[in-house]
């Protein structure tokens, strides 16, 4: 395929079937993979459209400096847009945020202003807010700009639909919320029956340690309402299945992936039950960036430890 | 045999410390009812004056959220893990 821009290679991303990971004969699970995207991540999608966004709006203008609160993903790619369309950009992000992604950003010319592990995103997220105040700074805010969830409505649920009409469950994990609305918004204007699941991660007790309610945060993009089900899986489940992804099927995902298949296969269990069909996961990027937590190489207890150790969501 | 909760940190003030405490089975709404009695003041810190549960909550009933199941009014039986945890973003 030819492309005029690696801006114009984003999305599209393979639709891969799993049978070894389907409890049921009856269930068929189907894995996009978002890892395939420029920068390696789901996030290249809402990167293009917050930064589209900001200039359509006329609020993005050269002389700004692009401001984001992000636990890496979404630095990365706006990191990467933000080169090719000539703006300077600064990442707000955990100081335990893995090392590829902090190489990453350096190597696409990104600044880093770094907020408290302990405080986890919430903590990228209030810091950001307080730094955007100073008008050099142009913040998207991929955790209220609707951008962030058209870019899964237009780009990855049209795909999923296109791919795989019949679709009776979406997996995905929960963040900003934006995959989980926009694709349940799609795949619910197609078909109401169709069931959208939250994959959601328990973090560390160091991540939740410092935390009062009143440092708890829901994105305002994120509609509840379109969730049918919301689960919560452990570092160490999601090691595992990242595993197994790779050991039975040949995919080499990251760590959130473990968790959205780990999900998948707990409803893939009741869709059984109920005449099985088609569930489709997301998988939000590929393992290089989590290379150094030794996810794959280490026996699982010091792979939890050292997965827990960073922001791995 | 009970229901085990889960207590996070920042509600441990609460609960003289206590990480997992023991209750008897029934809604979650009793279970958190159960708390408040043992722990005088916890209902508070969960629910919103008009008894629903407070939005930066998640409730989970054997790891799954039960604002998709029955809220308040699902039940946990013997044997079961309920866990209390602030919402967190990603991205």
């Known amino acids: 395929m030819k492309y005029k821009s690696i801006l114009d290679a984003i999305g599209q991303t393979p639709l891969v079937s799993v049978p070894s990971l389907s409890p049921a004969d009856n269930v068929r699970i189907w894995v996009k993979l978002e890892g395939q995207n420029p920068t390696g991540s789901v996030k290249d999608r809402v990167a293009l459209a917050l930064i589209e966004a900001g200039e359509a709006s006329g609020e993005l203008t050269r002389d700004r400096i692009v401001l984001e609160p992000t636990s890496g993903n979404t630095g990365v790619s706006l990191a990467m847009v933000c080169s090719i369309r000539g703006y300077r950009f600064t990442a707000v992000m955990p100081d335990n945020a893995s090392a590829e992604r902090v190489s990453m950003l350096r190597a696409f010319g990104a600044e880093i202003v770094y907020s408290e592990g302990a405080k986890g995103t919430n903590g990228s997220v209030a810091l950001a807010q307080e730094m955007a105040r100073d008008e050099k700074y142009h913040m998207p805010f991929q955790y209220g700009n609707d951008a962030n969830v058209t870019a899964h409505y237009n780009g990855t649920g049209r795909e999923i639909l296109e791919d795989l009409p019949e679709v009776r469950v979406f997996v995905a994990g929960l963040g900003t919320g934006g995959t989980l609305t926009g694709v349940g918004r799609r795949l619910k204007e197609h078909d109401p029956s169709i069931k959208v699941i939250a994959a959601e991660p328990q973090l560390g007790e160091l991540v939740y340690g410092l935390r009062s309610l009143e440092d708890g945060y829901v994105p305002p993009i994120f509609d509840p309402d379109i969730l049918d089900g919301k689960v919560m899986v452990r570092a160490r489940e999601s090691i595992a299945w990242t595993r197994e992804l790779l050991t039975k099927e040949g995919i080499f995902a990251g760590i959130s992936a473990g968790a959205v298949i780990w999900v998948a296969q707990r409803t893939a269990e009741r869709l059984s039950s109920q005449g099985g069909g088609d569930v489709v996961c997301l998988l939000a990027d590929a393992g290089w960036k989590y290379i150094s937590t030794e996810a794959w190489t280490q026996d699982i207890d010091t792979a939890e430890e050292k997965v827990e150790a960073v922001l791995w969501w | ?91």
């Open chain 2, 1 to 91: 045999m009970s229901v085990a909760v889960r207590i996070p940190t920042v509600f441990r003030k609460y609960t003289s410390g206590e990480s997992q405490v023991q209750v008897d089975p029934g809604t979650i709404g009793d279970l958190i009812g159960q708390l408040d009695h043992r722990f005088p003041g916890f209902k508070g810190q969960v629910l919103t004056d008009d008894g629903s549960l407070h939005r930066f909550i998640n409730v989970y009933l054997n790891d799954e959220d039960i604002r998709y199941i029955e809220r308040l009014d699902t039940r946990a039986t013997e044997g079961d893990t309920v866990a209390l945890l602030p919402s967190v973003a990603g991205g």
